[in-house]
């Protein structure tokens, strides 16, 4: 069996961190309104509903909150939807690991970045500036994942873009949702968290409102497994 390295030692990302990053982004920002209970409602199943939580209970719980709040049953769907994706995080980090990896063993390997289709690159990512944002983010990712795989490159954005093509829940309410889901307990992804807490500040939402989902995330529970 080949011996697998140990892991690289890394500093586990907090609470305060996420925090402190916040307050970074949100210097200059207006207070504004607080959360209504609708986007609450729906923050507080997505992070219950999210894979990286996956309380069934809560889950069940919230849905119910949020139609009592009153959310349509397509307007849930359309969260579960956005939250579904939180599993690109995988594409984010492996695949950049993987191209850089499999480069080291073999360069001559034929995923080398001559080999990128610029036709696909031209129609999904193009000069999009919400592309560009998580190209800041998280550097090489989409270069990596179209040498590696063309068919997943496009499924991403394909698969992605679904809850934006539906519309039935604001923009803004959508990227609280996933930058709550990214501060979870569970997740503490600082890439994804920056780049929708952005996302959200450029659509208008104020530091308080923010700061709601962040105490929303901050109670979520960890996971405790499916039966």
Same mark, same amino acid.
């Given at each position: 069996?080949?011996?697998?390295?140990?892991?690289?030692? /890394?500093?586990?990302?907090?609470?305060?961190?996420?925090?402190? =990053?916040?307050?970074?982004?949100?210097?200059?920002?207006?207070?504004?309104?607080?959360?209504?209970?609708?986007?609450?409602?729906?923050?507080?199943?997505?992070?219950?509903?999210?894979?990286? @939580?996956?309380?069934?209970?809560?889950?069940?719980?919230?849905?119910? =909150?949020?139609?009592?709040?009153?959310?349509?049953?397509? %307007?849930? %769907?359309?969260?579960? @939807?956005?939250?579904?994706?939180?599993?690109?995080?995988? *594409? #984010?980090?492996?695949?950049? %690991?993987?191209?850089?990896?499999?480069?080291?063993?073999?360069?001559?390997?034929?995923?080398?970045?001559?080999?990128?289709?610029?036709?696909?690159?031209?129609?999904?990512?193009?000069?999009?500036?919400?592309?560009?944002?998580?190209?800041?983010?998280?550097?090489?990712? *989409?270069?990596?994942?179209?040498?590696?795989?063309?068919?997943? *490159?496009?499924? *991403? #954005?394909? #698969?992605?873009?679904?809850?934006?093509? /539906?519309?039935? =829940?604001?923009?803004?309410?959508?990227?609280?949702?996933?930058?709550?889901?990214?501060?979870?307990?569970?997740?503490?992804?600082?890439?994804? #968290?920056?780049?929708?807490?952005?996302?959200?500040?450029?659509?208008?939402?104020?530091?308080?409102? =923010?700061?709601?989902?962040?105490?929303?995330?901050?109670? @979520?529970?960890?996971?405790?497994?499916?039966?």
């Amino acid at each position: 069996m080949t011996e697998v390295p140990p892991a690289r030692d /890394s500093t586990a990302v907090t609470s305060a961190e996420i925090r402190a =990053v916040a307050a970074d982004a949100l210097r200059g920002v207006a207070d504004g309104d607080g959360m209504d209970d609708l986007t609450a409602a729906l923050i507080g199943l997505s992070v219950r509903a999210v894979a990286t @939580t996956m309380d069934v209970e809560g889950s069940e719980r919230y849905i119910r =909150v949020a139609l009592a709040a009153g959310a349509t049953s397509a %307007q849930v %769907q359309e969260v579960l @939807t956005v939250v579904a994706a939180i599993g690109v995080h995988t *594409f #984010f980090e492996s695949s950049r %690991q993987l191209a850089r990896i499999a480069a080291e063993l073999d360069p001559a390997d034929s995923t080398a970045p001559a080999t990128v289709d610029r036709e696909l690159w031209a129609r999904y990512v193009g000069d999009d500036p919400y592309w560009a944002r998580v190209e800041v983010e998280v550097p090489g990712f *989409f270069d990596a994942l179209l040498r590696m795989s063309p068919h997943a *490159f496009g499924a *991403f #954005f394909e #698969f992605c873009s679904v809850p934006w093509k /539906s519309r039935t =829940v604001p923009a803004l309410t959508k990227e609280l949702v996933s930058l709550a889901c990214d501060a979870t307990p569970g997740h503490r992804y600082l890439p994804g #968290f920056r780049l929708h807490l952005a996302n959200a500040v450029e659509l208008g939402a104020g530091a308080r409102i =923010v700061r709601d989902a962040l105490c929303i995330a901050e109670k @979520t529970p960890m996971h405790r497994g499916v039966r």
